[in-house]
């Protein structure tokens, strides 16, 4: 089973930027595709953006394209998601997920 710890979540203005990092571990890294999903209160959990197997390829939802990207480091056992740009709308809870696991997640939230 993989284990996922996600970090690097804050409290931000509109227009600023955020890292947030998912540390992966109990599975070969370079074996597992990666996923960022999120969930704003109220809401239901969303897709944002996925990573294959060793950062093959990737694939953002409509609403973050252009300001996100998602990103692997086999080194590190680590998934980064880059968010520029952020605004009042990314505000939630962000989850990395891989092999059906889940991660505690991170908090975003943007003030505008």
């Known amino acids: 089973q993989v284990q996922l710890v996600e970090s690097g979540g804050g409290l931000v203005q509109a227009g600023d930027s955020l890292r947030l990092s998912c540390a992966a571990s109990?599975?070969?890294?370079?074996?597992?595709?990666f996923n960022w999903y999120r969930q704003a209160p109220g809401e239901k959990r969303e897709f944002v953006a996925a990573?294959?197997?060793?950062?093959?390829?990737?694939l953002y939802s409509d609403s973050v394209k252009g300001r996100f990207t998602i990103s692997s480091d086999d080194a590190k056992n680590t998934v980064y998601l880059q968010m520029n740009d952020l605004r009042p709308g990314d505000t939630a809870i962000y989850y990395c997920s891989a092999d059906d696991s889940w991660g505690q997640g991170t908090q975003v939230t943007v003030s505008s």
């Open positions: 109990g599975r070969t890294f370079s074996s597992l595709a």
């Open positions: 990573i294959g197997r060793s950062g093959d390829n990737t």
